[in-house]
C-alpha cells in the first residue's frame, strides 16, 4: 500500500516504523525542520519538509495513487479540513484522522443516521473522513479496565465481549510457580486459554512442555467474572480500592472521572463500568492549571478538587496522598506521570496507574514500580494499523512489546478454511485461534480443536508479529 501520513511527532513516527516494516510504500510529512531531520535518519521512508495541509504538499507526495492518508498532527481542526480537501478532489483515497475534541464524536438522531448511511457505502461520511480515531476514549478505557480488576494489572478487552485478556505476574512461591503449562487445568474449573507467556527474554506463545517460573508474565484469556481466580492463583493480592486520587483534570481524566462518579450526568463511557462506583468512599482531582480546575469542581460539586502540583512534598503531607488505595496519572506530561506514580507508590500508596507514550516506556514504568501503565501511543497505533488491513481485519492489538499481536478476524466466504476443524489447519507456534462467534450469535466462545471454522465467523487470534501477515492470507484464503 502506498500511505501518506501528515504529522511526525511520536505517533506518526511509530506507525511509519511499523508500515515500513510491513514493506508499505509510506510518505510522512512535517513542518519542522528538526523533526524532520531527526525522522529522515531513523526511517527508511520518504520525509518531507513541508505543510501537510497544502494540497500542493500532498500531490508531490503522491496523494493521486496513494491508498491511505493518515492526518496526525497535533491540531484536530487541521486534520478535519485537510481530510475535507482531500475529499473533494481524491474520495477514492481512505482517510484516517486523530481526533481528540469529543464534541467532534457527539451523536445526534441525524448524524447517526447520516453514519449508517456512510457505513453502507449510500454516502460518503461526514469531514470525508473514513475513520476518526479517538485516543483519549481508548486511554481512559483501558484505565477504567485496569480499575475493575483492582488496578494490579493490563487488560484488554473485545467489543461485545464478556471475555478478557489479563497480563499477571507470577508471584515468588505462588501455587504456579513452577508448574508446567500443560498443568494448568489441574488449577482451575472456569473456562480459560494461556495466551502467552513472557520472561525477561522473550514473549511467545505457549507449549504445554514449558515450565512457569516466578517473575515470568501470563497472557490469561477467560470470562471477566472469573480473573480474580487467576490474580490469586499467580499470587496477587486484591486490595478494594476505596480512596482515589486521579491526576489530571484534561481530557483523559475527565472521561475517568465521568465514569467513576456515580451522579455525574454526561456519559462518554460505556455503561459496562457502573461496577467501579461501588464501596467508593472518596475520589479527588488534582490538577494544576486554573481552567481545568474551575471546570472539574463546576461538573462534579460533590468531589474535591484541588489546584496543586503533584509533585509538591507540603501538598502530599498535606492531603495524606501515601494513605490512598489507588493513584491515577493521567496528564500528558507522560514521564511526569511515570516518576510521580512510581515515588508515590514508594511512600505507601496502594496501586498506580499512569499514562505513558508506547509500550516501551510501559515495561520502564512497570520496572521502577508502577502496577498498571497505559501506552496511548500504542492505542492509536494499533487503531490505525487494523484500518488499514481491510474489512477483515476490525481490531488490532499489539501486546508484549510489539513482540505479538492480537487480530481481530472475520472469515471471508471465499476462504479455504471454511468448514473446516481448528485441529486441522493448526500451526504450532505461528498462530492461536483464542475465541469464535459464529455470524448471527451474540457471544464468544472459547474454541476447542474441534471447532469448525464457517465464513462470517468472528475470530481473535494470536500470532508473532513476523508472521501476523503470513497468518492473515492464510485465513484470508492463501493456502501456504
Given at each position: 500500500?502506498?500511505?501518506?501520513?501528515?504529522?511526525?511527532?511520536?505517533?506518526?513516527?511509530?506507525l511509519a516504523k511499523k508500515l515500513?516494516?510491513?514493506?508499505?510504500?509510506v510518505v510522512l510529512i512535517d513542518n519542522n525542520e528538526e523533526t524532520v531531520r531527526h525522522v529522515s535518519n531513523r526511517l527508511d521512508c520518504m520525509v518531507i519538509h513541508a505543510d501537510g495541509n497544502s494540497l500542493d504538499t500532498l500531490e508531490e507526495a503522491g496523494i493521486a495513487k496513494a491508498d491511505a492518508l493518515i492526518l496526525l498532527t497535533n491540531s484536530d481542526e487541521v486534520n478535519m479540513i485537510t481530510c475535507s480537501l482531500v475529499e473533494a478532489i481524491y474520495p477514492q483515497v481512505m482517510k484516517i484522522a486523530r481526533v481528540r475534541n469529543y464534541k467532534y464524536y457527539v451523536k445526534t438522531k441525524k448524524t447517526q443516521k447520516y453514519k449508517e448511511l456512510a457505513a453502507d457505502g449510500e454516502v460518503r461520511p461526514l469531514y470525508g473522513i473514513d475513520h476518526m480515531v479517538y485516543p483519549d476514549r481508548e486511554a481512559s478505557v483501558a484505565i477504567l479496565r485496569a480499575i475493575e480488576h483492582g488496578a494490579v494489572t493490563?487488560?484488554?478487552?473485545?467489543?461485545?465481549?464478556?471475555?478478557?485478556?489479563?497480563?499477571?505476574?507470577?508471584?515468588?512461591?505462588?501455587?504456579?510457580?513452577?508448574?508446567?503449562?500443560q498443568d494448568l487445568r489441574t488449577f482451575v474449573e472456569n473456562p480459560f486459554l494461556l495466551v502467552y507467556l513472557e520472561n525477561k527474554t522473550e514473549?511467545?506463545?505457549?507449549?504445554?512442555?514449558?515450565?512457569?517460573?516466578?517473575?515470568?508474565?501470563?497472557?490469561?484469556?477467560?470470562?471477566?467474572?472469573?480473573?480474580?481466580?487467576?490474580?490469586?492463583l499467580c499470587g496477587n493480592h486484591i486490595s478494594d480500592l476505596n480512596k482515589i486520587a486521579l491526576v489530571g483534570a484534561g481530557h483523559i481524566g475527565t472521561l475517568i472521572a465521568d465514569a467513576?462518579?456515580?451522579?455525574?450526568?454526561?456519559?462518554?463511557?460505556?455503561?459496562?463500568?457502573?461496577?467501579?462506583?461501588k464501596s467508593r468512599q472518596k475520589i479527588i482531582i488534582i490538577d494544576k492549571d486554573e481552567t481545568r480546575i474551575k471546570a472539574a469542581a463546576a461538573h462534579y460539586p460533590d468531589t474535591d478538587v484541588f489546584k496543586a502540583d503533584i509533585t509538591d512534598e507540603d501538598?502530599?503531607?498535606?492531603?495524606?496522598?501515601?494513605?490512598y488505595d489507588l493513584l491515577i496519572c493521567a496528564t500528558h506530561n507522560h514521564e511526569k506521570n511515570m516518576v510521580v506514580s512510581a515515588y508515590l507508590k514508594s511512600l505507601g500508596v496502594g496501586k498506580t496507574i499512569c499514562l505513558v507514550p508506547s509500550s516501551s516506556f510501559a515495561e520502564i514504568a512497570r520496572r521502577i514500580g508502577v502496577d498498571v501503565a497505559v501506552p496511548i501511543k500504542d492505542t492509536v497505533v494499533d487503531t490505525i494499523i487494523g484500518h488499514l488491513r481491510g474489512k477483515s481485519v476490525t481490531g488490532v492489538h499489539t501486546v508484549?512489546?510489539?513482540?505479538?499481536?492480537?487480530?481481530?478476524?472475520?472469515?471471508?466466504?471465499?476462504?479455504?478454511?471454511?468448514?473446516?476443524?481448528?485441529?486441522?489447519?493448526?500451526?504450532?507456534?505461528?498462530?492461536?485461534?483464542?475465541?469464535?462467534?459464529?455470524?448471527?450469535?451474540?457471544?464468544?466462545?472459547?474454541?476447542?480443536?474441534?471447532?469448525?471454522?464457517?465464513?462470517?465467523?468472528n475470530l481473535v487470534i494470536i500470532a508473532n508479529m513476523e508472521d501476523q501477515a503470513k497468518v492473515i492470507d492464510y485465513f484470508g484464503g492463501s493456502e501456504e
Open positions: 500500500m502506498k500511505i501518506i501520513i501528515v504529522g511526525a511527532g511520536l505517533t506518526g513516527t511509530e515500513v516494516s510491513e514493506k508499505n510504500n493490563d487488560v484488554l478487552s473485545f467489543d461485545n465481549s464478556d471475555y478478557e485478556i489479563m497480563r499477571v505476574q507470577v508471584e515468588k512461591e505462588s501455587r504456579l510457580d513452577g508448574q508446567k503449562v514473549a511467545r506463545l505457549p507449549m504445554g512442555s514449558t515450565v512457569i517460573q516466578a517473575g515470568d508474565y501470563l497472557g490469561i484469556l477467560s470470562h471477566k467474572d472469573h480473573m480474580d481466580e487467576f490474580l490469586q467513576m462518579l456515580p451522579h455525574h450526568k454526561t456519559r462518554k463511557i460505556p455503561k459496562l463500568f457502573t461496577s467501579i462506583q501538598f502530599i503531607q498535606e492531603e495524606n496522598l501515601a494513605s508484549s512489546d510489539g513482540d505479538l499481536e492480537i487480530i481481530e478476524y472475520v472469515m471471508p466466504a471465499d476462504s479455504h478454511l471454511n468448514g473446516k476443524a481448528l485441529k486441522d489447519i493448526s500451526k504450532p507456534g505461528k498462530f492461536l485461534v483464542l475465541l469464535q462467534r459464529r455470524q448471527g450469535e451474540s457471544d464468544y466462545l472459547i474454541p476447542s480443536g474441534n471447532t469448525i471454522l464457517n465464513s462470517g465467523d
